[in-house]
Structure formats: structure tokens, C-alpha cells
């Protein structure tokens, strides 16, 4: 299991711009599919985006295709998701997690999490 610890959240506008980082630690980050997910109190938890180890591959869930960017920076054993074009919909606690094979469009191939960051967007 590697250590993820999500940050950049916060409070912003609809229509603005927010981006999330993923610092992983404890094992080799480049070995993992990295994905980020959301959860709204009540709800079950929502997959975003997905990039894969070699940065080949992405994934994005429909309702945030063409506003959101995941991206990773191995040497810095970091994700990121760009967000832009924000709205209210897009509120959660959005966590990061790793995983070594499977479709990462479905959180139960992640092996490790991070705790979440808080993004709120306001109208």
C-alpha cells in the first residue's frame, strides 16, 4: 500500500479554477494507475479521472470531460486534477488512490487512498 495525502481544495466560484494534488509515498509511485474519485455525503463514491502509469491512457467520467485534467508527475511521485469551468454539482470530498491492474473507472480495483480533500463551489 502507498501513501496518498491529497491537497488544493478549497472553496471557488462556478465557473472557476481548482487544482488537486496527490503526493504518494511509502512504495514506487510510477508503479500505479492513479485515480481520482468524489463522494458527497450520502452518496456512493463517484469515479472523475484516471491516468495510467506510463501516462498512456486517461479516463474521465462523462460529466467532467472537457473541464477536468488529470495529470502525474512521476518524478514527483504527484497527481494532479485540473478543474476548471467549475459548478455547484462538482462539490465533494475528492480523494486520490492508486492501483495495480484492473479498470480504473471502478473504485474497487484501488488499493490506497488518500483522506480527501473538501472543494466546494458556490453560485
Known amino acids: 500500500q502507498v501513501q496518498l495525502v491529497e491537497s488544493g481544495g478549497g472553496l471557488v466560484q462556478a465557473g472557476g479554477s481548482l487544482r488537486l494534488s496527490c503526493a504518494g509515498s511509502?512504495?514506487?509511485?510510477?508503479?500505479?494507475?492513479m485515480g481520482w474519485f468524489r463522494q458527497v455525503p450520502g452518496k456512493e463514491r463517484e469515479f472523475v479521472a484516471a491516468?495510467?502509469?506510463?501516462?498512456?491512457?486517461?479516463y474521465y467520467t462523462d460529466s467532467v470531460k472537457g473541464r477536468f485534467t488529470i495529470s502525474r508527475d512521476n518524478s514527483k511521485n504527484t497527481v494532479y486534477l485540473q478543474m476548471n469551468s467549475l459548478k455547484p454539482e462538482d462539490t465533494a470530498v475528492y480523494y486520490c488512490?492508486?492501483?495495480?491492474?484492473?479498470?480504473?473507472?471502478?473504485?474497487?480495483?484501488?488499493?490506497?487512498w488518500g483522506q480527501g480533500t473538501q472543494v466546494t463551489v458556490s453560485s
Open positions: 511509502g512504495r514506487t509511485f510510477s508503479s500505479y494507475t
Open positions: 491516468i495510467s502509469w506510463n501516462i498512456v491512457s486517461t
Open positions: 488512490a492508486a492501483s495495480t491492474a484492473g479498470d480504473p473507472r471502478d473504485s474497487r480495483v484501488f488499493s490506497s
